[in-house]
């Protein structure tokens, strides 16, 4: 793998880099970390819950913008 200037690109930070095919086959067969997704992230959320409570936080002003966008 090489990393060469660009030329031409104002401040010369630019790079390019060649990824040859020993670094294409490791990056194929690494293994990715399992992360447990975040709190907020749940599937089991439903819809109608976080529609309530968006609802309920919303000024009179965003209300009244909803009103009108969900009658169209």
């Not at 194929?28 to 749940?42: D, I, K």
């Amino acid at each position: 793998m090489a990393n060469l200037p660009r030329p031409g690109v104002q401040g010369g930070k630019a790079r390019l880099v060649h990824v040859n095919e020993q670094v294409r086959d490791f990056i194929r067969s690494a293994q990715r970390v399992a992360e447990t997704p975040p709190s907020y992230a749940s599937v089991e959320n439903d819809l109608e819950p976080l529609l309530l409570t968006l609802s309920k936080e919303m000024t009179p002003g965003e209300q009244k913008k909803a009103d009108v966008a969900f009658a169209a």
